[in-house]
């Protein structure tokens, strides 16, 4: 695991986090289709109290998303018969790298294409309405009665591509390749080329 963090003269961070991939593992593979999309937002209210949040919104401040980064690489990414709510018994692929740009919390990976083809041909035909959720555990809250939840601390456990209307922040997005398998390389370095397809 690598963690980078990228200073530039503009006035952001773009901070980082992703596997080393090998020559060996980097070819294209029948079962390996790239995907990257915007997980959640950051120093923003949710649009809809996610499941867990006992009918709270809940606000994610930068430091503290960034703090569990980490904890997104590796897990896997799940989807419901319906793509209207969580699956986590039904992982579909991996999340392979994240970062935060601007507001936006952005995750990469790949899917399991051969493995679970009508789910992949559905998010490559539907991408436009669909979004993506978190999955968190060990969250800790600022302040309970408050209408709005501030997540002090969370590590992540997964998450779901579902309908763009089920998702807590309903701004965010998913895009699988709908080129062939030799752009991996160039879709994991670019999430914004996979946001194009």
């Not at 690598?2 to 060996?24: C, E, N, Q, S």
């Not at 999340?95 to 490559?124: Q, R």
């Not at 002090?152 to 390749?177: D, H, P, R």
């Not at 991996?184 to 670019?190: E, T």
Request: cysteine-free; glycine content about 6%.
């Amino acid at each position: 695991m690598t963690l980078v963090r990228y200073a530039h003269k503009a006035p952001f961070a773009l901070d980082a986090i992703g596997f080393d991939i090998a020559d060996d593992i980097a070819e294209p593979h029948i079962n390996r289709v790239p995907f990257s999309g915007v997980l959640s937002r950051v120093d923003e209210a949710s649009t809809r109290p996610p499941n867990g949040s006992e009918g709270h919104k809940v606000f994610i401040p930068r430091e503290v998303a960034e703090k569990a980064l980490p904890t997104l690489i590796g897990m896997g990414i799940d989807v419901d018969t319906d793509f209207k709510d969580h699956a986590t018994t039904r992982k579909i692929g991996v999340i392979t790298e994240a970062h935060i740009e601007g507001k936006d919390l952005v995750i990469s990976g790949h899917m399991y294409a051969k493995d679970f083809p009508g789910e992949v041909a559905y998010i490559k035909k539907h991408k436009s309405i669909l979004g993506a959720s978190y999955e968190i555990a060990d969250v800790q809250v600022r302040d309970t009665s408050s209408p709005i939840w501030e997540l002090e601390s969370f590590v992540f456990t997964g998450a779901a591509i579902l309908k763009k209307n089920a998702a807590a922040y309903q701004s965010t997005s998913i895009a699988a390749s709908m080129q062939s398998l030799e752009t991996a390389d160039d879709l994991f370095a670019h999430p914004e080329i996979a946001a194009e397809l």
